[in-house]
């Protein structure tokens, strides 16, 4: 089980250009979440995705937007972005369970995106 | 809103030392609570949880005890190792995950 894949490892944008980081959830689970977790701060959530739609957010503006794929793989996309977007990109997956909502499981976490914006 | 205070880092301590680190939340349900540990260059992972009052929370010596009372989740462990220095997060769920600042914790041998 190679459980929760990000990729790039490493990522260097400027100023007003787009982004876009990607994950593979462990085997077995369907729900996606990101975080951005900025440098000495504890991770903040941006929004997760299940069935291919956007299930929930944090207080991110719109330029962050998502996807999630048929088969539970998911993007984060990032458009016109800012110094203040620098930061380490978590995605966690986890399995969701019937009538409840997925953070209440475990969700197990990626080794992260770090993003630089110069 | 619901949040998490940690206490501020770095924690220094030497092998074999009591650690103790504080975490205290505000909560308008009854929010499970966890406790995550970063090791440098990797991911978050789930170190224990809790997800109801007078609950016990242990893995790996650590233990957390979730007070309603004192809204607090304070993590202990009874012999810290070197190999047990990280930052460490603690966390709630309400309808999605909150994390605490983080605390690094530094063991010299």
């Known amino acids: 089980d190679a459980g929760v894949t990000q990729s790039p490892t490493h990522l260097i944008k400027t100023r007003g250009q787009q982004v876009t980081l990607r994950c593979s959830p462990k085997s077995g689970h369907d729900t996606v979440s990101w975080y951005q977790q900025a440098l000495g701060q504890g991770p903040q959530f941006i929004f997760q995705y299940y069935e291919e739609e956007e299930r929930q957010r944090g207080n991110f503006p719109d330029r962050f937007s998502g996807h999630q794929f048929p088969n539970y793989s998911s993007e984060l996309n990032v458009n016109a972005l800012l110094l203040g977007d620098s930061a380490l990109y978590l995605c966690?997956?986890?399995?969701?369970?019937?009538?409840?909502?997925?953070?209440?499981?475990?969700?197990?976490f990626g080794p992260g995106t770090r993003l630089t914006v110069l | 809103g619901d949040s998490v205070t940690q206490m501020e880092g770095p924690v220094t301590l030497s092998e074999e030392a009591f650690l103790t680190i504080n975490c205290t939340y505000t909560a308008t349900g009854y929010p499970s609570l966890f406790w995550y540990v970063q090791y440098p260059g990797e991911g978050l992972q789930l170190l224990l949880k809790a997800t109801k009052a007078d609950d016990k929370g242990s893995n790996k010596g650590f233990e957390a005890t979730y007070r309603k009372e004192t809204t607090s989740f304070h993590l202990e462990k009874g012999s810290v190792q070197v190999s047990d220095s990280a930052v460490y997060f603690c966390?709630?769920?309400?309808?999605?995950?909150?994390f605490g600042t983080g605390t690094r914790l530094q063991v010299f041998p």
């Open positions: 966390a709630l769920t309400a309808d999605k995950l909150i």
């Open positions: 966690a997956s986890s399995l969701r369970i019937s009538g409840g909502l997925s953070s209440y499981n475990e969700q197990f």
